[in-house]
């Protein structure tokens, strides 16, 4: 995970290592191998011309210039940087409805159905009762990977045979927890390959029906650039209150995690970092921050 962006700015920071004062000239070639280092590991370049102004801002300033060992301040401030762009403090879920409800949105093969069990696994862990709800009725195999995942966690699944509108299917699934004595809902939605128009008129029609506590946007981290336009599609179209990156165990650039923060204003929420029911855990800035300065 976001090696080649850890050794390209391990490269940069070399520059200034074992300096005494930084001159301008260096602050400005570490900037520029900094950009690039980003622009390769797929960050928006908003987002890169973000960063790389507010390093300018420090590293010009007097804090740095007055420093005896300045490289350390310029680690320093590009950690504080990464960790800005991710977000800064890490944001836990807010579940105030009995039953709390969760719903997970995003395209086909993000990683939504799967996200739905890790979540269910991590609340049940603190002491929660997830129910999982089948409400991606585009695909029959969806259904029974949702229920196979409801079974290897141990939790509910409510998946009613019925092909066509998920929406009656989410809205019964509040009084089916309370009868099943569930205190959360985690409601798997329909997504496509690409942003599609009907897809995201139903993902809203289910949010609007259930209001959910939280509404989890599902993002592949794989996808480098287009994470943008696609996590902006379903802000627009559905709207979303944090996001579960996932496949970050991949060689994923980090592009998208770099981005989707700034971008949509929504914090990322949870990293997937494997197939297994347990590679799943919050997301923290800073250790993201640190890991990715190696
Ligand atoms: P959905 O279509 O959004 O419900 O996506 P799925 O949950 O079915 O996931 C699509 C594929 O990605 C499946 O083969 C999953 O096993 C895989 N997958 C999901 N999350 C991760 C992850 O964090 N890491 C890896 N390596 N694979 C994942």
Do not use: W
């Not at 391990?10 to 900094?34: C, H, M, N, S, Y």
């Not at 949105?105 to 069990?117: I, P």
């Not at 029906?209 to 599902?218: C, G, K, R, W």
């Not at 592949?220 to 559905?238: H, K, S, T, W, Y």
């Amino acid at each position: 995970m976001f090696d080649a962006l850890s050794s390209k700015l391990e490269i940069a920071l070399d520059r200034v290592r074992g300096r005494g004062r930084l001159d301008a000239a260096t602050v400005d070639a570490t900037l520029k191998e900094i950009r690039l280092a980003l622009l390769e590991a797929d960050v928006n370049f908003k987002v890169v011309k973000g960063i790389v102004e507010r390093l300018r801002e420090r590293l010009v300033g007097e804090e740095v210039a007055k420093a005896l060992n300045p490289a350390q301040q310029v680690v320093k401030a590009v950690s504080q940087e990464l960790e800005r762009a991710l977000g800064g403090e890490s944001a836990g879920l807010a579940l105030t409805g009995k039953p709390a409800v969760i719903m997970l949105a995003g395209l086909q093969g993000s990683g939504k159905t799967t996200a739905a069990g890790k979540l269910a696994k991590l609340l049940k862990s603190k002491g929660r009762h997830p129910m999982l709800v089948a409400c991606d009725l585009q695909r029959p195999a969806a259904v029974q990977q949702l229920k196979v995942n409801a079974e290897r966690v141990g939790v509910h699944v409510y998946a009613p045979v019925t092909a066509g509108d998920p929406v009656p299917v989410a809205r019964e699934s509040i009084a089916k927890a309370r009868e099943s004595g569930c205190d959360v809902v985690i409601v798997d939605t329909a997504g496509r390959l690409h942003v599609d128009e009907e897809l995201m008129g139903q993902a809203a029609a289910i949010r609007e029906a259930v209001q959910p506590d939280e509404t989890l946007f599902v993002i592949d981290a794989m996808i480098g650039q287009e994470a943008v336009n696609v996590a902006r599609a379903f802000l627009d179209g559905v709207g979303f209150d944090g996001v579960i990156l996932s496949k970050l165990d991949g060689d994923a650039r980090g592009g998208a995690a770099l981005s989707v923060r700034e971008v949509t204003g929504k914090p990322i929420k949870f990293a997937s970092i494997g197939e297994k029911m347990e590679d799943f855990e919050a997301f923290h800035p800073d250790r993201m921050a640190s890991r990715i300065l190696g």
